[in-house]
Nanobody
Framework: QLQLVESGGGLVQPGGSLRLSCAAS????????IGWFRQAPGKEREGVSC????????YTADSVKGRFTISRDNAKNTVYLQMNSLKPEDTAVYYC?????????????????????WGQGTQVTVSS
């Protein structure tokens, strides 16, 4: 059973940066596409960025394009989300999620929340 644990959230001022990490256990990440999702209070959970198992394909939502970068290190069984130029509207609980690398492409994973495993989430608050 794949387990995902997020870390790296916190309070940051507008314009600042954070790097989120998603550490996997119970299975190797080689078999999984990974995505970062977020949910702000009163809003639906949305896909932020997703990456294929080989890192050959990525999808990033327009709202964060140019500011957020997803990457992965399969040797460390870890996926990252580098978040720069943070804005108050980026405030949310950020979740790491995984699905089998077969079938659905990463864009569909992010847009339609096609996920098999979820992490517990980490809070990101952007405020002065």
């Amino acid at each position: 059973q794949l387990q995902l644990v997020e870390s790296g959230g916190g309070l940051v001022q507008p314009g600042g940066s954070l790097r989120l990490s998603c550490a996997a256990s119970g299975s190797t990440l080689d078999y999984y596409d990974i995505g970062w999702f977020r949910q702000a209070p009163g809003k639906e959970r949305e896909g932020v960025s997703c990456i294929s198992s080989s890192a050959g394909s990525t999808y990033t939502a327009d709202s964060v394009k140019g500011r957020f970068t997803i990457s992965r290190d399969n040797a460390k069984n870890t996926v990252y989300l580098q978040m720069n130029s943070l804005k108050p509207e980026d405030t949310a609980v950020y979740y790491c999620a995984a699905k089998s690398k077969y079938a659905i492409i990463v864009q569909d994973m992010c847009v339609n929340k096609v996920v098999a495993y979820w992490g517990q989430g980490t809070q990101v608050t952007v405020s002065s």
